[in-house]
């Protein structure tokens, strides 16, 4: 299993504006996108997943075995993601939220209709899991960080290999409000009262 590397995560908070630019214009231009391939190996004999989307993603980690088999809340790839993401949807579970054609196959198209985020939340930086059979190849498992207004594109795995079970989507809660520091307040406080010394020698 690999871990995430800290370069996405500052990627993906630095390039967030470009990145919408992008993939504004890409969308415009017509019907291009950029496939990312996951882990990315060139050994014929594991498992490869690709993302096709306007704005490419990035593949950030992959492993072995099911991402929420077994125990109840045991997920590898939020042990992965660390602190502050929350499992969305998963395709098999009846929400209407992440939706893949051609479940059971080895290729189809996706989107994601996002629902707002838990109240003084925002939804950050989204990240989708292609999980397969778990048989001969792997990894099982891959996952694609979203550029910044990504919702839709492509999916497959490598031909001659085992079909989609389902997808995952996660997403990063931000809150919505960040709170002035205390030294902020203090900052205020110090300022009302310089005004208010020179209100004094005024009169």
């Known amino acids: 299993m ?12 630095a390039g967030g504006v470009a990145a919408m630019l992008l993939a504004a214009v890409a969308t ?5 996108t950029v496939a990312v391939d996951c882990p990315g190996t060139a050994a014929g ?7 096709s989307t306007a ?4 593949c950030i980690g992959w492993g072995n075995g099911g991402l929420d088999a ?3 809340g045991a ?3 939020l042990a992965l993601l660390g602190p502050g993401y929350a499992l969305i949807d998963r395709t098999d579970s009846g929400g209407p939220i992440l939706n893949l054609t051609n479940l059971g196959q080895r290729s189809g198209s996706w989107n994601i209709l996002l629902p707002a985020a838990p109240a003084g939340f925002i ?5 989708m899991a292609l999980q397969s059979d778990e048989a001969a190849f792997n990894p099982d498992w891959a996952a694609f960080g979203l550029a910044p207004g990504v919702t839709s594109g492509g999916w497959s795995i490598a031909s001659g290999q085992q079909s989609l079970s389902h997808a995952n989507l996660y997403g ?14 203090l900052l205020v406080g110090a300022l009302g009262a310089i005004g208010a010394l020179r209100r004094r020698k005024r009169s």
């Open 45 to 51: 004999t594991d498992r490869e997943f690709r993302l």
């Open 75 to 77: 997920d590898a790839l």
């Open 2 to 13: 690999r871990a995430i590397p800290g370069k996405w995560r500052a990627t993906a908070m």
């Open 172 to 185: 990063q809660l931000v809150p919505s409000a960040v709170p002035l520091p205390a030294a902020g307040l």
């Open 123 to 127: 939804w950050g930086a989204l990240v």
């Open 70 to 72: 077994g125990v109840a």
């Open 28 to 32: 415009t231009a017509g019907a291009a």
């Open 55 to 58: 704005v490419a993603s990035t």
